[in-house]
């Protein structure tokens, strides 16, 4: 499942606890990411689904639910 993969991300390379990373959370004011934690994530993301995604698609991201149905939708 696309979540268990991005909270697997989010939990091992930004040591975010896990009970914190729901479909809800926001990025930015629940998870504390700033924009280089923002791109590392997506790059692991890409890595991770053999996908690449758009500069213009990542600025759009707010909540976890936004890249995991950005992922479902691309992959």
């Known amino acids: 499942m ?3 993969q991005i ?3 989010l939990v091992e390379t930004m040591d975010i606890e896990e009970e914190k ?3 809800d ?3 930015k ?11 590392e994530l997506i790059m692991s993301a890409e890595e991770e689904f053999g996908i690449e995604i758009p500069d213009e698609d990542v600025m ?9 149905n ?4 691309h992959k």
């Open 29 to 39: 004011d629940d998870l504390n990411l700033d924009s280089l934690d923002s791109v």
């Open 60 to 68: 759009n991201f707010k909540t976890v639910n936004d890249i995991v």
């Open 7 to 9: 909270k697997k991300i």
């Open 2 to 4: 696309v979540l268990d």
């Open 25 to 27: 959370a926001k990025l």
């Open 70 to 73: 950005y992922i479902e939708e």
């Open 21 to 23: 990373v729901t479909l």
